[in-house]
């Protein structure tokens, strides 16, 4: 059984309890051991966190050694954005491509593979599913992120999602409510803006989180977004009308909301991340996810104080501070006796997510495609990374490729110039251009007409949201990045 530290007051374990931070290295610090002890309850866990399987399960196991129903979360959206495989790329393609295939049995059993492996690991938060709906072709951090572009079909399968993964004893914690989809401004640098009027909210941006309400998602998670219509002072995630009023009272929300990370620019550049805790918890959060910039004892001490300070001035109600720690606690208790279901499909679990990258896949032959027999050069047109991806984790068909068709040449180009520069380095290989989200990049849409024009054999690969009329003797619509993805792509251009 867990227990709390003497000398530690109701007032401190409750401030602690309604964090979730981060930290350094592959093994739980001492600190952070110290903390669980005296009422922390949630711990963040990123790539840097990450070597492998067996370790994970062993920093989890340790983290529990000190407190057994810590709630252990991770931002484990499968595709694009993976922490699991964050070295490798995932083995799941991600939501965009399991919205394409358009089977919500698929995405369940997908999503409950995913959480049987986080399970196993000892995770049982998980910061997923993305419920945006891709409005904006724009976007520059949702786009495969999401399940795509129709309401309905992200509604349904957000729903499946959540029913999966919870399946597997993993809570879900679905974001970014009410809805980051129609933004042209990454939240991690900037606060951006949704101008839509109230009944395009209600009936776009909001049917996915009623689904997955529905459904029974144990968390949800706050975007920080200024929806002008909810709320024209105050960020999402600093709301109280947008999570107590319509979150908890419209919607009938009773699980935990918990705030996306606190170090993005979006609070942390104007309101400071100690001020926008603060007033989050009073606005309706529940739970302050810090710790993925920010990822040390210091930090912690300085939310802590922060919080207890504005209880002991008045500003935050004790009340509302401990109703937000008692809900953090009840999520921790139920993932301590969660019922774990079988897979909801007959598919073969541990190669589901090739399965669903393989179905996912837009093929378009031209009249100039011919099988590709003989080693090609991979010419990936790579566009800066958004922060939730990161660019360590690779991406594309070229490791695929030099597997299948060895002496396989690559190259990364970006910018002014970079189709002639790929024709250069290409020399008399075929060339395989792989691109992410081509419409939102005019330089990589010009390098792909130059390639066309002066090799018209070119193999076209977009691995983004597919936009832009198919290009190449071949054109192959991914949906997403990831590791399955490439896989899947590569098996596709060098069968007959």
Same mark, same amino acid.
């Given at each position: 059984?867990?227990? #709390?530290?003497?000398?530690?007051?109701?007032?401190?374990? $409750? /401030?602690?309890?309604?964090?979730?931070?981060?930290?350094?290295?592959?093994?739980? %610090?001492?600190?952070?051991?110290?903390?669980?002890?005296?009422?922390?309850?949630?711990?963040?866990?990123?790539?840097?966190?990450?070597?492998?399987?067996?370790?994970?399960?062993?920093?989890?196991?340790?983290?529990? *050694?000190?407190? $057994?129903?810590?709630?252990?979360?991770?931002?484990?959206?499968?595709?694009?954005?993976? @922490?699991?495989?964050?070295?490798?790329?995932?083995?799941? %393609?991600?939501?965009? =491509?399991?919205?394409?295939?358009?089977?919500?049995?698929?995405?369940? /059993?997908? =999503?409950?593979?995913?959480?049987?492996?986080?399970?196993?690991?000892?995770?049982?938060?998980?910061?997923?599913?993305?419920?945006?709906?891709?409005?904006?072709?724009?976007?520059?951090?949702?786009?495969?992120?999401?399940?795509?572009?129709?309401?309905?079909?992200?509604?349904?399968?957000?729903?499946?999602?959540?029913?999966?993964?919870?399946?597997?004893?993993?809570?879900?914690?679905?974001?970014?409510?009410?809805?980051?989809?129609?933004?042209?401004?990454?939240?991690?640098?900037?606060?951006?803006?949704?101008?839509?009027?109230?009944?395009?909210?209600?009936?776009?941006?909001?049917? %996915?989180?009623?689904?997955?309400?529905?459904?029974?998602?144990?968390?949800?998670?706050?975007?920080?977004?200024?929806?002008?219509?909810? $709320? %024209?002072?105050?960020?999402?995630?600093?709301?109280?009308?947008?999570?107590?009023?319509?979150? @908890?009272?419209?919607?009938?929300? $009773?699980?935990?909301?918990?705030?996306?990370?606190?170090?993005?620019?979006? #609070?942390?550049?104007?309101?400071?991340?100690?001020?926008?805790?603060?007033?989050?918890?009073?606005?309706?959060?529940?739970?302050?996810?810090?710790?993925?910039?920010?990822?040390?004892?210091?930090?912690?001490?300085?939310?802590?104080?922060?919080?207890?300070?504005?209880?002991?001035?008045?500003?935050?109600?004790?009340?509302?501070?401990?109703?937000?720690?008692?809900?953090?606690?009840?999520?921790?208790?139920?993932?301590?006796?969660?019922?774990?279901?079988?897979?909801?499909?007959?598919?073969?679990?541990?190669?589901?997510?090739?399965?669903?990258?393989?179905?996912?896949?837009?093929?378009?032959?031209?009249?100039?495609?011919?099988?590709?027999?003989? =080693?090609?050069?991979?010419?990936?047109?790579?566009?800066?990374?958004?922060?939730?991806?990161?660019?360590?984790?690779?991406?594309?068909?070229?490791?695929?490729?030099? @597997?299948?068709?060895?002496?396989?040449?690559?190259?990364?180009?970006?910018?002014?110039?970079?189709?002639?520069?790929?024709?250069?380095?290409?020399?008399?290989?075929?060339?395989?251009?792989?691109?992410?989200?081509?419409?939102?990049?005019?330089?990589?849409?010009? /390098?792909?007409?130059?390639?066309?024009?002066?090799?018209?054999?070119?193999?076209?690969?977009?691995?983004?949201?597919?936009?832009?009329?198919?290009?190449?003797?071949?054109? #192959?619509?991914?949906?997403? /990045?990831?590791?399955?993805?490439?896989? *899947?792509?590569?098996?596709?251009?060098?069968?007959?």
């Amino acid at each position: 059984m867990t227990t #709390i530290a003497s000398g530690t007051d109701t007032l401190t374990r $409750d /401030a602690l309890a309604v964090l979730q931070p981060g930290f350094t290295g592959t093994s739980a %610090p001492s600190w952070l051991l110290r903390r669980l002890g005296e009422g922390l309850t949630s711990v963040g866990l990123f790539g840097r966190n990450i070597a492998s399987p067996d370790q994970l399960a062993a920093l989890t196991a340790q983290l529990r *050694a000190e407190r $057994d129903d810590v709630l252990v979360a991770i931002d484990e959206e499968g595709g694009d954005v993976t @922490r699991l495989e964050v070295r490798t790329g995932s083995s799941f %393609p991600g939501n965009h =491509a399991l919205g394409a295939v358009d089977d919500v049995a698929l995405t369940e /059993a997908v =999503a409950h593979e995913l959480g049987r492996r986080l399970a196993v690991c000892g995770v049982n938060l998980n910061w997923a599913p993305s419920a945006d709906i891709n409005s904006n072709p724009s976007n520059p951090v949702i786009g495969v992120r999401s399940f795509g572009a129709d309401t309905d079909l992200v509604a349904r399968h957000t729903a499946a999602y959540v029913s999966g993964l919870q399946s597997a004893g993993v809570a879900a914690c679905t974001k970014h409510f009410p809805g980051h989809g129609d933004t042209a401004v990454d939240s991690h640098h900037a606060l951006p803006r949704i101008d839509a009027d109230l009944s395009v909210l209600h009936a776009r941006e909001l049917a %996915p989180f009623r689904a997955a309400i529905a459904a029974g998602s144990r968390a949800v998670m706050s975007a920080h977004i200024l929806v002008p219509a909810l $709320d %024209p002072a105050h960020p999402a995630t600093l709301s109280r009308r947008v999570l107590t009023g319509l979150l @908890r009272e419209e919607l009938g929300f $009773d699980g935990l909301i918990v705030t996306d990370g606190m170090e993005m620019q979006a #609070i942390s550049a104007t309101y400071g991340i100690e001020r926008g805790s603060v007033l989050a918890i009073a606005a309706g959060a529940d739970a302050i996810c810090v710790g993925g910039g920010l990822a040390d004892e210091e930090t912690v001490l300085r939310l802590r104080d922060a919080l207890v300070t504005a209880v002991r001035s008045g500003e935050l109600p004790e009340e509302r501070l401990a109703d937000a720690a008692a809900r953090v606690r009840a999520l921790a208790s139920w993932t301590t006796s969660a019922k774990v279901t079988p897979a909801p499909s007959t598919a073969s679990a541990p190669d589901i997510g090739l399965v669903a990258a393989r179905r996912a896949l837009t093929i378009t032959r031209g009249q100039h495609h011919t099988p590709l027999t003989e =080693a090609p050069y991979v010419a990936s047109l790579t566009p800066v990374a958004n922060i939730a991806v990161g660019d360590e984790t690779p991406w594309g068909v070229a490791a695929e490729l030099r @597997r299948i068709l060895p002496g396989t040449e690559t190259g990364s180009f970006t910018g002014e110039g970079a189709g002639a520069e790929v024709i250069a380095a290409a020399g008399s290989r075929r060339v395989v251009a792989v691109v992410r989200d081509a419409h939102r990049h005019a330089w990589m849409a010009e /390098a792909l007409d130059t390639l066309i024009t002066a090799r018209p054999d070119t193999i076209v690969i977009e691995m983004g949201v597919p936009q832009a009329p198919p290009q190449g003797a071949l054109h #192959i619509a991914t949906h997403g /990045a990831a590791q399955a993805c490439g896989q *899947a792509a590569a098996e596709a251009i060098t069968a007959p």
